[in-house]
């Protein structure tokens, strides 16, 4: 996107050959029979699978759900394709990169507050912290959360400049978009400015979104809301990929890339 390549960083046709080859994108570990269950499960109104949304009565057919999954994220569109492989286009993963990338630009140029947050810090959490050390380094205010906050699930925590939920000792995995709407909430209670953009994944991105928040996000293929949240334009940006590949460090060359593409390195 107009940018000149940076030593380390990939360029797009090397990163769609990694995104491939690490399983980020391309044949995904994720079955077909578990994407088409999530998508059933979202159009039946199961909360779980709306990630803090409000749905309404828009997407209760999921052959609607499946069809904007195949174009947004590239699975496969053949209903009756019930069972296996299921698959990420790469080449949307990328296009997803470079929205991200444009957002991402704008928020250093105007030295915006920005959040993060992740559902899913077993694979994500190094994405985001390198993205708010990078933004912060631009002179963006990363936002800090507020003290004391919990949830149902366990306390909300900031840890290496992301919000997650901490349960047990524990990092969690959750798709709620209670912990941000617990962030949210006290920062309007104690009088302080939302944030101008939040970037996050599963709920968190999601109620942001919801509570009119410009919201920037990564999901599964198996994870169809922000998706539907990015068809509807309350979320800006859904990247496509698998949120928990075996090694985390698979992810370094996609977010090199990001960053180059934001003008952040």
């Known amino acids: 996107m107009g940018t000149m390549p940076i030593p380390g960083t990939p360029s797009r046709a090397e990163l769609v050959d990694h995104l491939v080859r690490t399983r980020i994108a391309g044949e995904v570990a994720t079955p077909r029979e578990n994407n088409l269950s999530h998508y059933r499960q979202l159009a039946n109104g199961n909360r779980n699978f709306w990630f803090g949304l409000e749905f309404g009565e828009r997407w209760t057919d999921e052959q609607d759900v499946l069809a904007v999954m ?39 140029e105007g030295r915006q507050r920005v959040l993060f947050a992740t559902g899913h810090p077993g694979g994500l959490l190094d994405v985001h912290h390198e993205t708010s050390a990078a933004l912060r380094a631009a002179g963006c205010e990363i936002v800090v959360i507020p003290e004391g906050l919990q949830t149902d699930e366990g306390y909300v925590w900031q840890l290496a400049g992301v919000a997650v939920l901490e349960h047990g000792a524990t990092l969690w995995h959750t798709h709620s978009g209670e912990p941000m709407k617990a962030i949210l909430t006290a920062l309007e209670r104690e009088g302080r400015p939302l944030p101008d953009l939040v970037v996050a994944d599963h709920g968190w991105a999601g109620y942001a979104g919801q509570h009119g928040v410009d919201s920037v996000g990564y999901a599964d293929c198996n994870d169809p809301a922000l998706f539907l949240a990015e068809a509807e334009g309350t979320v800006q940006v859904a990247v496509p990929l698998d949120d928990h590949v075996p090694s985390p460090r698979h992810y370094d060359p996609m977010v090199a890339y990001l960053l180059a593409e934001a003008g952040l390195r």
């Open 70 to 108: 195949a174009e947004r994220v590239g699975v496969n569109d053949d209903a009756e394709h019930r069972y296996g492989q299921d698959t990420i286009d790469p080449e949307l993963t990328v296009d997803g990169l470079d929205r991200m990338a444009a957002r991402l630009r704008k928020a250093a």
